[in-house]
């Protein structure tokens, strides 16, 4: 039976990024058998246009009742007056828990052709291969109270709550043992364990739970000691395990390693490996219409879609073929051009990915 993939373009870039990576898709069904069923949907800013909220229903309901969503990027500045309980972001949010998808696979590889793109010197990130494994449905981002507050004296107080659960812990962090055990199994939990009481509790719980996995090396790292090493000797990370708002600043640092944003490709899964993928920027207002974004980092993702959510290994190094050929070849968009080299609109991007498949 056809495995069903649910498109949610969203806003900005994200609806021309999405149409190269369907390309991809397509060249996959016609020329290679791959048997998938599409259908989209809406979220984000154009969602709330549309139907007065940014994650209606009816996409929720075709987000359960797909095997795989492929997500461009959600925002922009026509939103950001709006209530946040009904800014896109809260869309996207709504999606991560709504399906429980826990589990925010973030990789930062390092592709040889672009060593002279990424800001820090060849030497120190050629080779580079990092997981980041964010936690994405508890911590801050969603703990209760929260809220911004009118104190006695008149003055306001704006207030979030940090707060893990033993069990959220524990499957975030057999999730990435999981994931270190197919790669060098070693394995960095970043915490503030000196300060925050919530992740004192984070590095014990990891610390108990890899009992379970004896060939895992684990190592803790406070967050600010994390930042510095991931500019200073970030080739010493192989998986990193951390809390939702430490993954999202971390990830967005080791994006830079590489050269650009608009690389890195995203996997968000469930304990049943169902899964969300996205590119992990967003929706770069300032690009959105110009033909002009990176789609290389949406084209990855269904890469790793077919690999971490509908088991299509052979396909999914199919595509990390083809763009490994265009970026032999020299193509290159703006945020990854260095001169010397073809420069490319997104969707010369995307043919040329397709052509090499
Ligand atoms: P951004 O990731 O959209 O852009 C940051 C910078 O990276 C910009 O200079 C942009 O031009 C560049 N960039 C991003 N994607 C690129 C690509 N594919 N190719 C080349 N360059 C690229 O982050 P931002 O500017 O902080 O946020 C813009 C909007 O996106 C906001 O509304 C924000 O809330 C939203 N956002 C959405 C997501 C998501 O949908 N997952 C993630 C982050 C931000």
Not at 254 to 268: D, E, K
Request: aromatic share 6%.
């Amino acid at each position: 039976m056809s495995k069903k993939i649910l498109v949610l373009p969203g806003d900005g870039i994200g609806p021309e990024i999405v149409v190269e990576a369907l390309k991809v898709i397509k060249r996959l069904q016609d020329d290679f058998g791959l048997d998938v069923e599409l259908q989209s949907g809406l979220i984000g800013g154009c969602a709330y246009d549309a139907k007065g909220q940014p994650l209606p229903e009816e996409t929720l309901l075709l987000a359960k009742e797909a095997d795989a969503i492929l997500l461009g990027a959600v925002g922009g500045y026509k939103w950001e007056s709006l209530d946040i309980s009904v800014r896109p972001e809260k869309g996207l949010l709504g999606l991560r828990s709504g399906l429980e998808l826990f589990s925010n696979l973030r990789p930062a590889i390092l592709y040889p052709q672009l060593a002279s793109a990424s800001t820090l010197k060849a030497d120190v990130v050629s080779g580079l291969d990092i997981m980041i494994v964010r936690e994405l449905t508890g911590g801050i981002y969603f703990g209760q109270p929260r809220g911004i507050k009118t104190l006695d004296n008149g003055e306001r107080q704006g207030f979030n709550t940090l707060v893990y659960s033993e069990s959220e812990i524990r499957r975030i962090a057999r999730s990435a043992f999981e994931i270190a055990m197919k790669r060098d199994k070693r394995v960095c939990s970043v915490d503030k364990a000196n300060v925050l009481e919530c992740t004192e509790l984070w590095r014990e719980v990891v610390t108990d739970a890899v009992s379970d996995y004896p060939e895992i090396e684990l190592t803790h790292m406070y967050v600010d000691n994390a930042a510095m090493q991931l500019v200073k000797a970030p080739k010493q990370f192989d998986v990193m395990v951390t809390t939702n708002m430490f993954g999202d600043i971390l990830s967005d640092c080791a994006a830079m390693l590489t050269g650009s944003i608009g690389m890195l490709p995203s996997a968000s899964l469930d304990a049943n490996g169902k899964g969300m993928y996205e590119p992990i920027h967003g929706s770069a207002p300032d690009l959105a219409g110009k033909n002009e974004a990176n789609p290389l980092a949406t084209i990855l993702s269904v890469s790793m879609m077919l690999r971490y959510s509908l088991g299509e290994t052979k396909m999914a190094d199919r595509i990390d073929s083809a763009v490994n050929q265009v970026l032999d070849d020299g193509i290159r968009t703006y945020d990854i051009f260095t001169g010397g080299l073809t420069k490319v609109s997104t969707s010369q991007m995307g043919d040329a990915v397709t052509a090499a498949l």
